[in-house]
Nanobody, 123 residues
Framework: HVQLVESGGGAVQAGGSLRLTCTAS????????LGWFRQAAGKEREGIAAQDSRGVVNYADSVKGRFTISRDVAVNTLSLQMNGLNPDDTAMYYC??????????????????WGRGTQVTVS
């Protein structure tokens, strides 16, 4: 069973940056499709970034050009660098893993393993 733990959330002013990290319990980082999702209060969870095992990335239009997803296989971590934050980015952020190397989009239902989330608040 894969365990994912997010960290790095917090409060930041508009225009600022944050870097989220997701640490996996095993070598999941190297083998699987990995994604970042977020859920704002009163809204459905949305996929915002994903990276497959080959390194190919996919971003939602809402974060394209501002957020960067990356992985470090050596330390089993997935990161999300977030720049140019605005209040619409306020949400709980989750990392997730799919039991395949290919991502095939940002559909929540395609991901099997989930972290508990880290809160990001932009004012």
């Amino acid at each position: 069973h894969v365990q994912l733990v997010e960290s790095g959330g917090g409060a930041v002013q508009a225009g600022g940056s944050l870097r989220l990290t997701c640490t996996a319990s095993d070598d999941t980082i190297g083998r699987y499709c990995l994604g970042w999702f977020r859920q704002a209060a009163g809204k459905e969870r949305e996929g915002i970034a994903a990276q497959d095992s080959r390194g190919v990335v996919n971003y939602a239009d809402s974060v394209k050009g501002r957020f960067t997803i990356s992985r470090d296989v050596a330390v089993n971590t997935l990161s999300l660098q977030m720049n140019g934050l605005n209040p619409d980015d306020t949400a709980m952020y989750y990392c997730a893993a799919r039991r395949t190397g290919l991502c095939d989009g940002l559909m929540e239902s395609a991901y099997t393993y989930w972290g508990r989330g880290t809160q990001v608040t932009v004012s």
